[in-house]
Structures are given as structure tokens and as C-alpha cells.
């Protein structure tokens, strides 16, 4: 699987953007909102603006209204009235204004003239939760006053020096919650000289009014950054995870082939050794299988009877009634000794008509009381299917006495055997280890 070399590499590149982001921000160029710009505004009037009754000059009135230029000329009481200028923001009619929690400062070019004390810059929000539409004052009035030398340059100012004074506080009698400075929903900006200023002709030229945020600010930034990471963190992890998990159920399917190769392997292996051992006509142990179980039964250092059985005139049985009759009489005779053997004993074909049989005896008469057994369990047996004749078996039977080779103890039974041949067949003949004299049954 190839997903190590790739993680340094994504390492390594979001270490080089985090930095990056990080040192860039600052070099990050600002959001500017200028209100004197045509269009965003959607309304920009002047406070006490009005006819002269009589067609004079009225005391509020444009100079040039594209650049924002206006004069104020009270002659009396009248110039309480105010002399500034109002941008209206959204939809008014409807208290919604627009969001300027993303701007921080304010940047104002302003010309002044006429010897003002005070200029003031403010803002109105509307809140749904006391503003009323009917009631322009009841939006939240938010503000700032500046001397003439403070703004005899373009000034920046910071929004949160925009306070709400002390006398909406008092006017409205609200809440202490609801006395908190906020640019949410902001429905006007103004721009004008507070107080009387009758008798004081006064001439202002707002050349520029730009609002100024980030526009991305640093928290918000880390924020991202801390996201992005922990985001590329849990899918890298759910990735490992996936191939892990994937690797996992691969090398669980190899184990299981492999169980089962070997499961396979085992019963072959034991089909083999039984094909290997066993005679595939009788079922009983062939010579290879017979040689095996000898060299155990030698081993457990204990007497053995062996007995040597031999199907007596079996050429003629084949002669006259055919091969599939002597094959069959084969297995029979094979199954009658088999049944009548012990668990520990054992049987074997050791070629054409010949059997052995090696049993747990521990004198002579025992191994000689069985092949008496088989020998007449085999006259009484039906060992032609068909029951058109019998079969007698000879016997050659002596002892291995613990120690001794049983390959010196079979030319004993064989020789033994032959008597019985010699003797007229259906007989059991002894064979006693250093005795010469045979023993017949
Ligand atoms: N049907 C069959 N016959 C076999 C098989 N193996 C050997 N034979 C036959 O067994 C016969 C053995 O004959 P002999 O050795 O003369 O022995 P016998 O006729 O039994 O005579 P005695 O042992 O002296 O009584 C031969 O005709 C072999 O062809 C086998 O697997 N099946």
C-alpha cells in the first residue's frame, strides 16, 4: 500500500500554509465600504435642509452635492436645528440596514470651515427589540466628537471609539444591555457640527468616508487554520484506518485459504499414506503397512504370536470359477479374520492368498488358539457369495519372543506353514523358537 511516503509530503505542505497564512495575513489587503461612493448609500441628505420662504438663500443648501459639499448659514434661534450630512443605509423603511460588524475602523476626509468647536461623526442601528420605524432618534445613536484639529487631516478612526451618549441613554430608559454599542444592522452615518451654531456660517466638504475591516480577522483565521488541520488530521486517520481495517480482512482471507490449503494438504497426505498402506482390494494392511505396524508392536518390547494364513487349493478356486470369485473370496476371508481379531492386533495381506497375523501373545497356545479360531471360522463361513463351495486356510504360528526379530521368527511360521500344507492343508502347525520339532494342530 503506498500511503506512507505521501503523509511527509502533506506534512511538510501544510506546515508551508499554515506559515503562510499566518504571516500573510497581515499583508492582506482590506474590505473598504466608501459611503460618499455613488450607489452605496441608498440615500444621502442633509440635516435641516429646506426652501427659504421668500426665495432667499436657504440656511442649509449644497455647495456641490457630487462631492459633498454643503454650507450652513442659522442666523438666529433656527440653527439648532443641526447642519450635517446622512447617509441612509438599506432598506430604512423597513429598519433593515446593513451588517458592518466585519469593518473596524473609519477612514474621514473632511474639510471644514467656520470655527465650529466640534464635529461629530455617528451611527444609528436598529434594533427590532426597541427601535420603531415611525421614531428615526429610537434606532440606537452611537457617536463620536472630534475637534476641528483632529480632523484638520483624513483621520482614522476606530468604530469602538463610537459610543452611545448619555443623553439617548437618558431619553429612552432602556435596559443596561440594550445601551451597548453595536454595528449590526446599521441604518444611517452622519456626519455634522452638534450644538447651536447660529449666527456661525459654517462650509464642509466630505471628501471621503471609508469604513475599513479585515476581511478575514486573525481569530477568525486561526480558527480556519485549526480546522483545516484537525479536518486533514481525521481523514488522514479514517484513511489509515480504512487500509488497515482493508489489510487486515486481506491477511484474515490469506489465513483462511491457507487453513484451508492445509486442511487439504492433511487429508490428502492421509489419503496418500492409506493408499500407501493399506491393500486396495481386501482393505486390511498391505505388506508396507504390516512391515510399520510390526516395527511398533517390536518396539513395546512384549511377546507377539505371529501367524501366517494361507488359502489352501486357491488356484483352483480361480481356475474354476474365475477371477472375481478368488478377489471376492479374498475379502472374505480378510473381513472374517478381521472381525475376529482383537483392537490390538493386527492384520495384513502379504501377498496373492497369504495373511499375517501378529497378535498380543504372550505363549505360544494363545496365538495358536486364534489361528484355530479363524481356521474354523473360516470352514463355517460362506466365503463364495453365491455358496457354490468352501475354503479351508492353513496355519504357520509361532512366537516372537520380546527382543528378537520377527523377519527370523516368519521363516519359522512359514516353515511351519509348509508343514501344514505338507500335512494335508485346513491345520494349524506350531513353530517354537530352538526347537526343531514342530507342533501340530
Ligand atoms: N483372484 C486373485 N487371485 C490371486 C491374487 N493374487 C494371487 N492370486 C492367485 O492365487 C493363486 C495362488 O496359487 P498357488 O500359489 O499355487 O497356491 P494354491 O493354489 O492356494 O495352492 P496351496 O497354497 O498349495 O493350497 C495363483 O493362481 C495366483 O494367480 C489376487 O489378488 N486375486
Known sequence: MQHAPSNPGLLAAGIALTLLAVAGHTWLPL??????????????FLI???????????????????RHHWHCDYRSIEGRQGCGLTFMLGDTEQGRGIDLRSYSTLRMDLVLNGGAPLVRVAMRNFDPRFSKLEDGNSARMQSVQLRPRDVARPVQLNLSELTVPEWWVQQFDLPREYNQPSRENVTAFTVDIPGDISGQPQDLELRSLVLQGEWISRDQLYLAILSAWLLGASAL????????????????????????RTRQLRLEQEGLRRLATIDELTGVLNRRGLEAAIDDLEAQAEPLGLVLLDIDHFKAVNDHWGHAAGDEV???????????LRSADVIGRWGGEEFVIVCRCRHIDEAAALAE?????????????????????????TLVPPGTPTRRAFRRADAALYRAKAGGRDRVELSIAGQDAATTR
Open 31 to 44: 474590505q473598504e465600504l466608501d459611503l460618499t461612493h455613488p450607489g452605496v448609500a441608498s440615500n444621502a
Open 48 to 66: 435641516g435642509e429646506q426652501q427659504a420662504a421668500d426665495g432667499a438663500t436657504p440656511p442649509v443648501r449644497w455647495v456641490n452635492a457630487e
Open 237 to 260: 486517520a479514517t484513511r489509515r484506518w480504512r487500509e488497515l481495517r482493508q489489510r487486515a480482512r486481506q491477511q484474515q482471507r490469506e489465513i483462511d485459504a491457507l487453513t484451508t
Open 330 to 340: 479374498l475379502r472374505r476371508v480378510a473381513a472374517i479374520v478381521a472381525a475376529s
Open 373 to 397: 479360531k479363524l481356521r474354523v471360522a473360516i470352514v463355517a463361513a460362506d466365503v463364495d457369495a453365491k455358496g457354490r463351495f468352501g475354503v479351508t486356510a492353513s496355519f504357520g504360528v
